[in-house]
T-cell receptor, first 111, second 114 residues
């Protein structure tokens, strides 16, 4: 069983819809990352969080440490949000451990 | 800063050949990570370095893979001999604890082994 589970695997929505992507993990972590990978293949870090909630523009990320669960929300979705969104966790080891990744959520926003 | 730089961006080689992938981390970052992405397994950590020292290489698939970091601004990932199942996109990333541990990814090297 993968240590990081994402849902849904695929999501198609209409422009303007509110989007939620979920991530559950089974290990103790020091931080959780949300990454975005566009069709060109580049990976961009969206959020890194260890508690609570963060917001950047139309993107919101939340984490519940007790429940071992995080969500990524996109408000007023736009076709340019179409990408693969990847949840990744960093272990509790000292320093900056390497990430363990979910399989990703392939999001398509139709105009 | 130019970000994390990887070369080559694309590599096509024949089975049995040696392949060397290169990475230049962001200046001042003291952690460097090598990841591999395939359709079947997604993204996986291969190895990471702290201050040029390998810390965790448990993700390196087998002895055919080796990685070095001779100085703070350069790392290599070598596959010898290469096999078709090594075909993947290899990403390098760097970070620094003063930045909270956020990782910055390079553009990746797409490797095809025929």
């Amino acid at each position: 069983k993968n240590e990081v589970e994402q849902s849904p695997q695929n999501l198609t929505a209409q422009e303007g819809e509110f989007i939620t992507i979920n991530c559950s993990y089974s290990v103790g972590i020091s931080a959780l990352h949300w990454l975005q990978q566009h069709p060109g293949g580049g990976i961009v870090s969206l959020f890194m969080l260890s508690s609570g909630k963060k917001k950047h523009g139309r993107l919101i990320a939340t984490i519940n440490i007790q429940e071992k669960h995080s969500s990524l929300h996109i408000t007023a979705s736009h076709p340019r949000d179409s990408a693969v969104y990847i949840c990744a966790v960093r272990g509790r080891g000292g320093g900056a451990d390497g990430l363990t990744f979910g399989k990703g959520t392939h999001l398509i926003i139709q105009p | 800063d130019a970000g994390v730089i990887q070369s080559p961006r694309h590599e096509v080689t024949e089975m049995g050949q040696e392949v060397t992938l290169r990475c230049k981390p962001i200046s001042g970052h003291d952690y460097l990570f090598w990841y591999r992405q395939t359709m079947m397994r997604g993204l996986e950590l291969l190895i990471y370095f702290n201050n040029n020292v390998p810390i965790d290489d448990s993700g390196m698939p087998e002895d055919r893979f080796s990685a070095k970091m001779p100085n703070a601004s350069f790392s290599t990932l070598k596959i010898q001999p290469s096999e078709p199942r090594d075909s993947a996109v290899y990403f390098c990333a760097s970070s620094t604890p003063s930045g909270g541990g956020e990782q910055f990814f390079g553009p990746g090297t797409r490797l095809t082994v025929l």
